[in-house]
């Protein structure tokens, strides 16, 4: 029975716009933006979680899919193939960055990272030739198929992203039970054992980039659709740590933990950003109470919420 | 060649500020393994500590407070949120993480998002001719300050007891420990000192861009972590090379190429390093 439980949530979740209790654009407009970072926390957790990689550079191939289909679509492109070429652009930005940047490893690896994304901040900053628009950012006149656009149209977005959802936890649970999700787990545990069996931890680490980094584009894409535009937000180092920060309250390396994190941080950026008048102080910024939640956490509950039901279990053995 | 020599002054004290942030987030690395994200932080409290005593004292003894105030906020942080999670290393990055969002977000509660005008004192103000070139004052109060940072710790790495135990801390920890010594209260001192000197450096920012946000701290930062990789983990000489090579680069490219194209140049140097040495220009 537990086996078809993610079908059922599932089910549930597709057909929440039929319930009148969710179905307005803002509120659906919501669940779909919990939906895309849902997915891209899970995507990011195939680096940290399940192949001890941490990265501080994953916005930037968000900001690719972001970004690239913006201009593709703004040059006149279908979004079909604009998603397409976006979706490679990014899985070849993170296979060449991704090559150089795993030549070293452990903390090293995290601020070359880091530093690979300042640049792709960088140039969405400075607007060259006019591409990215600079501060401003970028609005996708053309080329979104109708049934994309619109306040009407809201439910469509909304399963768009829950699809987004769903195809980054299938492969996802498709590569950790394949071979060579075993060997992510072990360059994680223990480098020197993969390599000592005759396996390149390089490679496999390699692979797990791209496939974060490809998945990650494909996020951004969705992310197009349901914002209507890029902001050079997206290609922060600021949004790399609030995936970090989600992953960690989810449970990193768990099924479900980092999607489920996902979800809640941006539900609850959300809602403390509504409340922002009429809390005082500090409490005002939802980044303060996320931080200092988040820091809690790494504290009191490190497996994140996906381990807090085993924790309660267990008292005194966790 | 006034424009060469007017790029290459303003260059050095953009290093000598990269330097300042390095040399702190380089010691509390190579000794202690922490990547320090709330690095920024010590230096945003320098910049507000001093920025909101100068309406009551004189700069420079407002500079000392703030100073002060980046010492205490190493000290703090080492003590109440680093130090019970020694040896579990990425715990340590993720807690900086969350300390660096919620103290840019409690920065901007307090003092709001916009950047708010710093004072400038006399002894920073006007330029001097050199060569041919009006260089403003305050690149040399930067470049002076680094470089006395530099030698004072030099002097104390080479010439002290604590000194040596930093050092023997960043070649082998393990040892250090198996001898008998406490390396944990080096790393208290290596969080202070490196609160103090980035306190610094927010400081003289703030002079030197003539206002402050709550932003500063982390675009400084990223640029300060480039130099740390590109001069190797732990080294102070190595940070003080590597910064040099970064604002020079950064400061010609930017004027002579695009606007932006030095921070590209900047990342690709740290790329090439890389490919070529791994562990750094200071490694052996």
Redesign the interface.
């Known amino acids: 029975m537990r086996r078809f439980l993610p079908l059922l949530v599932l089910a549930v979740l597709v057909l929440l716009p039929y319930s009148a209790l969710f179905n307005a654009p803002g509120t659906l407009n919501l669940l779909a933006l919990c939906a895309v970072f849902a997915g891209l926390a899970a995507g990011y957790d195939l680096l940290f979680g399940r192949t001890g990689l941490?990265s501080f550079g994953h916005a930037l191939y968000f900001a690719v899919g972001v970004y690239g289909c913006a201009m593709l679509l703004n040059a006149g492109l279908s979004l079909l193939l604009s998603a397409l070429l976006a979706v490679v652009a990014g899985v070849v930005v993170a296979a060449v960055l991704g090559a150089?940047?795993l030549?070293?490893d452990?903390?090293?690896f995290?601020?070359?990272t880091?530093?690979?994304a300042?640049?792709g901040a960088?140039?969405v900053?400075?607007d060259?030739g006019g591409l990215t628009g600079g501060e401003e950012g970028l609005t996708v006149s053309s080329g979104i198929p109708s049934f994309l656009v619109g306040v009407a149209q809201t439910v469509n977005l909304y399963w768009l992203a829950l699809a987004y959802l769903t195809v980054v936890l299938v492969v996802l649970h498709r590569i950790s039970r394949s071979p060579a999700g075993r060997v992510l787990a072990a360059v994680r545990d223990d480098p020197r054992r993969v390599s000592v069996l005759g396996l390149s931890p390089y490679r496999f680490k390699v692979l797990s980039f791209v496939v974060s980094g490809g998945l990650a584009a494909l996020g951004g894409v969705v992310y197009l659709m349901i914002v209507g535009g890029a902001s050079p937000h997206v290609a922060s180092?600021?949004l790399t740590?609030?995936l970090?920060?989600m992953v960690?309250l989810g449970g990193p390396g768990t099924r479900f933990g980092p999607a489920i994190g996902g979800a809640l941080f941006t539900f609850l950026d959300y809602k403390l950003t509504g409340y922002a008048d009429r809390l005082p102080?500090?409490l005002?910024?939802?980044?303060?109470v996320?931080?200092?939640l988040?820091?809690l956490a790494?504290?009191f509950f490190?497996g994140g919420l996906a381990q807090l039901r085993t924790r309660m279990r267990l008292p005194g053995r966790a | 060649m006034a424009t060469v020599v007017l790029l290459a002054v303003t260059g050095l004290g953009l290093a000598a500020l990269y330097f300042l942030v390095a040399s702190g987030l380089s010691l509390v690395?190579g000794l202690a393994?922490v990547?320090n994200f709330a690095h920024g932080l010590f230096l945003s409290a320098g910049a507000y500590v001093t920025w909101w005593a100068s309406s009551w004292v004189a700069l420079e003894v407002a500079l000392l407070l703030g100073v002060a105030a980046g010492v205490l906020a190493g000290v703090v942080v080492e003590l109440v949120?680093i130090r019970?999670?020694y040896s579990r290393?990425?715990?340590q990055?993720?807690?900086t993480?969350?300390?660096?969002?919620?103290?840019?977000?409690?920065l901007?509660?307090?003092f709001g998002a916009d950047p708010r005008p710093f004072p400038r004192p006399s002894w920073a103000a006007g330029v001097v001719p050199v060569l041919g070139a009006r260089i403003p004052v305050d690149r040399f109060v930067l470049i002076i300050a680094a470089a006395l940072v530099f030698l004072g710790l030099m002097a104390f790495l080479r010439y002290t007891r604590y000194g040596l135990i930093v050092r023997a801390g960043v070649e082998n920890r393990e040892m250090v420990s198996a001898l008998g010594i406490d390396v944990r209260k080096a790393f208290t001192l290596v969080f202070a000192i490196g609160g103090g000197a980035a306190a610094l450096a927010g400081a003289l920012a703030g002079i030197h861009f003539s206002t402050v946000s709550p932003a500063t701290g982390?675009s400084l930062l990223?640029f300060a972590?480039?130099v740390?990789?590109i001069g190797g983990?732990g080294s102070v000489p190595g940070s003080a090379l590597a910064a040099v090579l970064v604002g020079l680069l950064q400061q010609f490219v930017n004027y002579y190429g695009?606007?932006?194209a030095g921070?590209?140049c900047v990342?690709a140097l740290?790329?090439a390093v890389?490919?070529w040495r791994?562990k750094g220009l200071a490694a052996s």
């Open positions: 941490l150089v940047a030549r070293v452990g903390i090293a995290s601020m070359v880091l530093a690979f300042q640049v960088i140039v900053a400075r060259p180092s600021d740590l609030t970090l920060v960690v102080g500090p005002s910024q939802p980044l303060f996320l931080g200092v988040f820091i790494v504290y490190p | 690395f393994d990547l949120l019970p999670l290393t990425i715990e990055v993720l807690v993480v969350g300390l660096s969002l919620a103290g840019v977000a409690l901007q509660a307090v982390s990223i972590f480039i740390v990789v983990m695009t606007s932006g921070d590209v990342v740290l790329a890389l490919l791994p």
